[in-house]
């Protein structure tokens, strides 16, 4: 059935402590005090962040499929298919590469771990022993080969990002070659896309109390005053992160015709989200939808945010060769431009499928220093304190990049409305035209507004 895109949908705007980011923002603040002032009892509260975790990642599997296997059935053209992932493989490794050269340059001016002088060998390796050992499972060729599932189904089982994208996009352009007899199934898809986004939905009711259970056990476990002692090298990466979404990310948005600020604003309930469970996976299904409700194409959306989540970590890259630079800069280890390009080079691909979760980033650059020996691998003992709370800014970061990738890679391709982004990034949610339904033209064929 047709439904008219001129007509609004009319929404009464909740109160202010019934919507979502107020919530998340109070949880928040009750879980630092309680972590601060309890915090024996806050360190027990780690339960009621994970479980939250665990139901969004639940969704995600089937989130991802329905998007992409509609999106891709939905296309005329299936070379669009390859088109959008090599447009969107490119945009990631450019702004990838550069967020790593941007934390070894940040690296070389602040010098945050110079003075430190400390001995590798006085260092309690054990304390990363377990990260060390973990970091061996990520090899390129391991990567590669991890992306095709052993079954059709264990994508969903294992939960597996990349791997039900891959099954994802294989099942789509199998049902867009099955032509008129895929149609039922197509239907019934399309159907179901439904109730679990009103799943979504009802789970991320939950997601004020997961934001207290995290934030509450972070302060209690780990305390504000840890912080103190390695404050130059936490606000060097907060900074560095900023200015890279601000500026760098900020003069793309621009040149897309809209505002890297605009799109935080209409992201803040999922990027608050993100801050107080230190994960971006936590807000991968309501990203989606926000972007699709944004006016990107459902099929440029299916593709990007997921493969964004495993090959696009710009928070991910600046810290991983800032806090490399540190190590050996608190050690007096001495870096040759050789082996600084090398760390580059190293960096570059062990950061590519370290997974929006917390603590991947610590993992990724334990495989990183593994295979760069210069830089002591112990030296990570001494950042070990204060990398939960620079994985809020990792994760923050890294949601942000792929908020902007796929805004950019839909106007590349045409398959952007403008005026949805526009009404969203201003606030004006309530004047949004409903969605195109599947008897109008893909969006991926139908020009830009």
Same mark, same amino acid.
């Given at each position: 059935?047709?439904?008219?895109?001129?007509?609004?949908?009319?929404?009464?705007?909740?109160?202010?402590?019934r919507?979502?980011?107020?919530?998340?923002?109070?949880?928040?603040?009750?879980?630092?005090?309680?972590g601060?002032?309890?915090?024996?009892?806050?360190?027990?509260?780690k339960?009621?962040?994970?479980?939250?975790?665990?139901?969004?990642?639940?969704?995600?599997?089937?989130v991802?499929?329905?998007?992409?296997?509609?999106?891709?059935?939905?296309m005329?053209?299936?070379?669009?298919?390859?088109?959008?992932?090599?447009?969107?493989?490119?945009?990631?490794?450019?702004?990838?590469?550069?967020?790593?050269?941007?934390?070894?340059?940040?690296?070389?001016?602040v010098?945050?771990?110079?003075?430190?002088?400390i001995?590798?060998?006085?260092?309690?390796q054990?304390?990363?022993?377990?990260?060390?050992?973990?970091?061996?499972?990520?090899?390129?060729?391991?990567?590669?080969?991890?992306?095709?599932?052993?079954?059709?189904?264990?994508?969903?089982?294992?939960?597996? @990002?990349?791997?039900? =994208? *891959? #099954? /994802? $996009?294989l099942? &789509?352009?199998?049902?867009? !070659?099955t +032509?008129?007899?895929?149609?039922?199934?197509?239907?019934?898809?399309?159907?179901?896309?439904?109730?679990?986004?009103?799943?979504?939905?009802?789970l991320?009711?939950?997601a004020?109390?997961?934001?207290?259970?995290?934030?509450?056990?972070?302060?209690g476990?780990?305390?504000?005053?840890?912080?103190?002692?390695?404050?130059?090298l936490?606000?060097?990466?907060? @900074?560095?992160?900023? =200015? *890279? #979404? /601000? $500026?760098?990310? &900020?003069?793309?948005?621009? !040149?897309? +015709?809209?505002?890297?600020?605009?799109?935080?604003?209409?992201?803040?309930?999922?990027?608050?989200?993100?801050?107080?469970?230190?994960?971006?996976?936590?807000?991968?299904?309501?990203?989606?939808?926000?972007?699709?409700?944004?006016?990107?194409?459902?099929?440029?959306v299916?593709?990007?945010?997921?493969?964004?989540?495993?090959?696009?970590?710009?928070?991910?890259?600046?810290?991983?060769?800032?806090? /490399?630079?540190?190590?050996?800069?608190?050690?007096?280890?001495?870096?040759?431009?050789?082996?600084?390009?090398?760390?580059?080079?190293?960096?570059?691909?062990?950061?590519?499928?370290?997974?929006?979760?917390?603590?991947?980033?610590?993992i990724?650059?334990?495989?990183?220093?593994?295979?760069?020996?210069?830089?002591?691998?112990?030296?990570?003992?001494?950042?070990?304190?204060?990398?939960?709370?620079m994985?809020?800014?990792?994760?923050?970061?890294?949601?942000?990049?792929?908020?902007?990738?796929?805004v950019?890679?839909?106007?590349?391709?045409?398959?952007?409305?403008?005026d949805?982004?526009?009404?969203?990034?201003?606030?004006?949610?309530?004047?949004?035209?409903?969605?195109?339904?599947?008897?109008?033209?893909?969006?991926?064929t139908?020009?830009?507004?």
């Amino acid at each position: 059935m047709h439904v008219p895109t001129s007509a609004p949908i009319a929404a009464k705007p909740l109160p202010f402590y019934r919507q979502l980011y107020f919530q998340v923002v109070v949880a928040i603040v009750l879980g630092a005090i309680l972590g601060h002032y309890e915090p024996a009892f806050a360190e027990s509260l780690k339960p009621l962040g994970d479980a939250f975790i665990k139901l969004v990642k639940m969704i995600i599997a089937p989130v991802i499929f329905l998007t992409i296997v509609t999106g891709i059935a939905g296309m005329t053209h299936l070379r669009t298919v390859g088109r959008v992932f090599a447009k969107s493989m490119a945009y990631f490794l450019f702004f990838s590469t550069l967020a790593l050269i941007v934390g070894m340059v940040v690296a070389h001016v602040v010098q945050p771990g110079a003075g430190m002088n400390i001995n590798p060998a006085d260092l309690d390796q054990t304390a990363v022993h377990s990260y060390v050992e973990k970091s061996h499972e990520l090899t390129l060729t391991g990567f590669v080969m991890d992306i095709i599932p052993a079954t059709l189904v264990s994508a969903f089982v294992d939960g597996n @990002i990349l791997q039900v =994208l *891959f #099954v /994802a $996009v294989l099942f &789509g352009i199998a049902l867009a !070659l099955t +032509g008129e007899k895929g149609r039922p199934v197509l239907t019934f898809l399309e159907a179901l896309t439904a109730p679990v986004f009103r799943l979504v939905h009802i789970l991320m009711k939950a997601a004020p109390i997961g934001a207290f259970g995290a934030i509450a056990f972070t302060i209690g476990k780990y305390g504000v005053g840890s912080l103190i002692n390695l404050a130059w090298l936490v606000g060097s990466f907060y @900074i560095t992160s900023f =200015l *890279f #979404v /601000a $500026v760098i990310l &900020g003069v793309v948005c621009r !040149l897309c +015709g809209f505002s890297v600020f605009k799109l935080a604003r209409y992201l803040k309930a999922e990027l608050l989200l993100v801050l107080g469970t230190s994960s971006s996976e936590s807000a991968l299904p309501s990203l989606m939808e926000k972007m699709e409700k944004a006016g990107c194409s459902k099929s440029v959306v299916g593709l990007v945010v997921p493969t964004g989540y495993s090959f696009n970590l710009d928070g991910t890259n600046i810290y991983m060769t800032l806090a /490399a630079l540190f190590i050996a800069q608190a050690t007096n280890t001495e870096l040759t431009l050789g082996h600084q390009i090398a760390l580059l080079l190293v960096a570059m691909l062990s950061s590519k499928g370290a997974a929006g979760v917390t603590g991947a980033g610590f993992i990724t650059l334990a495989a990183t220093l593994a295979v760069v020996p210069e830089v002591p691998v112990a030296g990570m003992a001494l950042i070990l304190g204060v990398d939960r709370f620079m994985s809020e800014c990792r994760s923050l970061t890294n949601f942000i990049g792929n908020a902007v990738a796929t805004v950019v890679v839909s106007r590349w391709e045409n398959a952007l409305d403008r005026d949805r982004l526009a009404l969203a990034l201003d606030g004006r949610e309530a004047e949004l035209p409903a969605l195109a339904t599947d008897d109008e033209p893909s969006p991926l064929t139908a020009p830009a507004r």
